[in-house]
T-cell receptor
Framework: GQQVMQIPQYQHVQEGEDFTTYCNSS?????IQWYKQRPGGHPVFLIQ?????EVKKQKRLTFQFGEAKKNSSLHITATQTTDVGTYFC?????????????FGQGTILTVHP | NAGVTQTPKFRILKIGQSMTLQCTQD?????MYWYRQDPGMGLKLIYY???????DKGEVPNGYNVSRSTTEDFPLRLELAAPSQTSVYFC????????????FGDGTRLSIL
């Protein structure tokens, strides 16, 4: 079945440093979604990428979808303590997947003030 | 707007007991999903539904059952609880059209002792 791998598993940064998490799928995706989960909370949708090579920005966050639609990345510029949490990528295989997502293991981000 | 509501928020069960985790959404979403999240891990799909009366297995369905008699409700039933089912359970819904984000409930934290 489809697998989505995400690295690194943990990332500790000082406030102000940049952060990047990478996501790789074993199969070509219809779209990829990114979610953030605060400690003790539930996943919250951040963004969706659909087109090959797509790049989207949300303030300090930059999301990329690979040309082959099998990999993606999330980059945070100048991290803040409010960025703390787990970032998940989730791949949608499309077709008859009925919107089912395969989640990566997540990257746990810790930001030291 | 309540979104996705899960009850209970916490529960401790003894081995062999049964229980139903409730999930209801008020967004008129066709698609609903049940996930489990083990510590430090991503989300694993247990069951999903594309509409009232239609359900299907996800990645980890063993030990669980679901029903979908209405658009709003998607309860998850645990029969003969086992320690391996100790986890956080999230219910989610989406609009059902292509490329729609999933909206998550707050989760049910379940311990089997």
């Amino acid at each position: 079945g489809q697998q989505v791998m995400q690295i690194p598993q943990y990332q500790h940064v000082q406030e102000g440093e940049d952060f990047t998490t990478y996501c790789n799928s074993s199969t070509t995706l219809s779209n990829i979604q990114w979610y953030k989960q605060r400690p003790g909370g539930h996943p919250v949708f951040l963004i969706q990428l659909v087109k090959s090579g797509e790049v989207k920005k949300q303030k300090r966050l930059t999301f990329q979808f690979g040309e082959a639609k099998k990999n993606s990345s999330l980059h945070i510029t100048a991290t803040q303590t409010t960025d703390v949490g787990t970032y998940f990528c989730a791949g949608d295989a499309g077709g008859t997947s009925y919107g089912k997502l395969t989640f990566g293991q997540g990257t746990i981000l810790t930001v030291h003030p | 707007n309540a979104g996705v509501t899960q009850t209970p928020k916490f529960r401790i069960l003894k081995i062999g007991q049964s229980m139903t985790l409730q999930c209801t959404q008020d967004m008129n979403h066709n698609y609903m999903y049940w996930y489990r999240q083990d510590p430090g891990m991503g989300l694993k799909l247990i069951y999903y539904s594309v509409g009232a009366g239609i359900t299907d297995k996800g990645e980890v369905p063993n030990g669980y059952n679901v029903s979908r008699s209405t658009t709003e409700d998607f309860p998850l039933r645990l029969e003969l609880a086992a320690p391996s089912q100790t986890s956080v359970y999230f219910c989610a819904s989406s609009g059902g059209r292509r490329n729609q984000p999933q909206h998550f409930g707050d989760g049910t934290r379940l311990s089997i002792l």
